[in-house]
């Protein structure tokens, strides 16, 4: 039996991916996503949301564990609602989650996954393995206490792109000088009354643009994870 020869792909055909960048232009890119609960942010992104099948990197300050709860609990908890056999995994997360603040805030503790990786290969395998996962809602994954380079991002990067779900990966703060090849980078950091959220990379837009999101209660629940149980994202 005679292998046919598959037909080569045409330009058409790549320009109509997901992943091809064309410079400025944003007709093409045509992706789903998911609302991050902050409509001023939503105007911000691509699409109007966070954008599903793709990578999402925040480098953020040692102290942003808070952070990064409360930019992504109303997505967490709108998927958890709207999917509640599906899985929120965090992946090496730098202190255990507090459970009652996880359940005044509307997450189900029996949606919740919690991973720790042995080594830098085994975070790499488990976060594409979670990506290929159909039960997966949701991935946070924090680098610390590895160092990753731009072909293992890239890895990560395109696990990504076979899934269906979001997937973010928070970095350190000096990562945002690094090459990355993530299609949507952001930086968070705590001010007095505001987490100021940076947009400084994302596919077909050049300016950067940034966010205020004001404090509320959520802050002083989700601090007790860093505070009350120690954070090792340095």
Not at 100 to 115: E, F, K, S, W, Y
Not at 128 to 136: G, K, L, Q, V, Y
Not at 192 to 206: D, V
């Amino acid at each position: 039996m005679t292998n046919t020869p598959k037909k080569p792909v045409t330009l058409e055909q790549l320009l109509r991916r997901g992943d091809i960048w064309r410079g400025h232009s944003r007709v093409f890119i045509s992706q789903e996503v998911c609302s991050s609960g902050f409509s001023e942010f939503d105007k911000a992104l691509l699409n109007g949301g966070w954008p599903k099948g793709s990578l999402i990197e925040c480098c953020c300050q040692h102290d942003a564990f808070t952070g990064e709860w409360l930019m992504f609990r109303p997505a967490i908890t709108a998927l958890c609602k709207k999917y509640p056999e599906y899985f929120l995994v965090l992946l090496n997360p730098p202190a255990i989650p507090f459970a009652p603040a996880l359940i005044q805030r509307g997450i189900p503790l029996n949606q919740l996954l919690v991973v720790e990786s042995k080594s830098k290969q085994d975070f790499i395998a488990c976060f594409t393995e979670f990506t290929r996962s159909a039960h997966c809602l949701m991935l946070l994954s924090w680098q610390t206490p590895y160092s990753l380079n731009y072909t293992e991002l890239r890895k990560c990067q395109l696990a990504s792109t076979e899934g269906r779900s979001i997937y973010t990966l928070f970095r350190p703060n000096y990562a945002k000088n690094q090459s990355s090849p993530a299609p949507l980078r952001i930086t968070l950091e705590f001010e007095s009354t505001a987490l100021q959220i940076e947009i400084f990379k994302q596919r077909g837009l050049f300016n950067n643009r940034r966010v205020a999101i004001p404090l509320n209660e959520d802050a002083e629940y989700f601090a007790n994870f860093a505070r009350d149980l120690g954070s090792q994202y340095v």
